[in-house]
C-alpha cells in the first residue's frame, strides 16, 4: 500500500504540469506579462517554503544528535545543490521567459526547443525532491510522514500548474499547434516522476545520505528560484504583483506542510 501511495504521489505534481499545459487548448490568448510574473512569483514562493519545511527542517532533525553540529549535513547538502545547478545552467542550453539571449552551451536549436529546456531545467530540483522524500518515507528512517510528503507533492503540483501554462500558451503564441504546445509543455514536466521514480527504487541506499539528499534538493530548487523566477518575477513595471504572489506561495505551502505533516 506504501508503495502504491508513493507512486501516486510522484505522479500528482506531473498532473499538475499536464492540466496547466491543457489551457492552451482553453485560453485564446497569450497570458499577459503581468500574469506570468504573478504566477511565477507563486512558484517561487511554494519553492522557498517547501525548501525550508519539506526538505532543510527535516535533515536537520534527523541530524538532532550531532547536537550544535546537526546543521552540518544540511549545510554541505545544500551547496552541491546549489553547484551542481550552477553546472546544468552553464552546459544546457536553454532560454527563459521573455530573455532575448539563450544560457549555457552554445546551440543551434530553436528557440522554442530552448524554452521547453529551460523549463525541464527548472522541474529537475522539484522531481528530485519529491523523490528524495518518498524514499525517506518508504525507508521508514528519516522521519518524514506520509502526510509531509504528500504536502510536498501537492505544492509542487500546485505551482507546476501555472507552469505549464506559461510554456505551452507561448509556444503556442511561436507558431506551435495546440496540441504540440500541449505536448511539449507536458514533456517538460517529464523530468519530475522520472527522476522521482529512480530515487525511490534505490531508496535502501540513499538511507545513510537523506540528509544530504534532502538539503541538496533544496539547495536545488534555491537555485532556481533566485537565478530564474526572482528575477522573472520582479522585471518590469508592477513587480509588486510578483512579490505578493510570491508570499501568498509561500504561505500556502509552509500551511500544506504543517497541516498535513
Known amino acids: 500500500m506504501m508503495w502504491t501511495d508513493a507512486l501516486w504521489g510522484i505522479l500528482i505534481p506531473f498532473a499538475g504540469t499536464a492540466l496547466g499545459s491543457a489551457c492552451v487548448f482553453f485560453m485564446k490568448k497569450q497570458l499577459s506579462k503581468k500574469v506570468q510574473r504573478a504566477l511565477t512569483g507563486f512558484a517561487g514562493g511554494v519553492m522557498v517554503a517547501a525548501s525550508i519545511w519539506s526538505l532543510l527542517i527535516p535533515a536537520m532533525n534527523q541530524c538532532a544528535d550531532k547536537g550544535r553540529w546537526a546543521f552540518l549535513p544540511a549545510f554541505i547538502g545544500f551547496w552541491l545543490g546549489i553547484l551542481f545547478l550552477l553546472l546544468l545552467d552553464k552546459i544546457i542550453p536553454h532560454l527563459h521567459m521573455n530573455a532575448q539571449q539563450a544560457e549555457g552551451l552554445k546551440s543551434k536549436a530553436k528557440k522554442t526547443t530552448m524554452m521547453v529546456l529551460a523549463v525541464t531545467l527548472h522541474n529537475i530540483p522539484?522531481?528530485?525532491?519529491?523523490?528524495?522524500?518518498?524514499?525517506?518515507?518508504?525507508?521508514?528512517?528519516?522521519?518524514?510522514?506520509?502526510?509531509?510528503?504528500?504536502?510536498?507533492?501537492?505544492?509542487?503540483?500546485?505551482?507546476?500548474?501555472?507552469?505549464?501554462?506559461?510554456?505551452?500558451?507561448?509556444?503556442?503564441?511561436?507558431?506551435?499547434?495546440?496540441?504540440?504546445?500541449?505536448?511539449?509543455?507536458?514533456?517538460?514536466?517529464?523530468?519530475?516522476?522520472?527522476?522521482?521514480?529512480?530515487?525511490?527504487?534505490?531508496?535502501?541506499?540513499?538511507?545513510?545520505a537523506m540528509p544530504y539528499l534532502l538539503s541538496f534538493a533544496a539547495g536545488a530548487m534555491i537555485y532556481v528560484v533566485v537565478e530564474e523566477l526572482i528575477p522573472e518575477m520582479s522585471a518590469g513595471e508592477h513587480s509588486n504583483v510578483g512579490v505578493i504572489m510570491f508570499a501568498l506561495g509561500f504561505t500556502l505551502m509552509m500551511a500544506l506542510d504543517v497541516a498535513l505533516g
Do not use: C, R, W
Request: hydrophobic share 55%.
Open 126 to 208: 522539484e522531481g528530485m525532491a519529491v523523490g528524495v522524500v518518498y524514499a525517506g518515507l518508504l525507508s521508514g528512517s528519516a522521519e518524514i510522514t506520509a502526510g509531509g510528503a504528500l504536502a510536498l507533492a501537492l505544492g509542487i503540483a500546485i505551482q507546476n500548474f501555472p507552469e505549464g501554462a506559461i510554456i505551452s500558451m507561448p509556444l503556442h503564441a511561436e507558431g506551435k499547434s495546440k496540441g504540440k504546445a500541449f505536448l511539449d509543455g507536458v514533456l517538460s514536466g517529464a523530468v519530475e516522476p522520472i527522476g522521482a521514480i529512480l530515487t525511490v527504487l534505490f531508496a535502501g541506499l540513499f538511507v545513510p
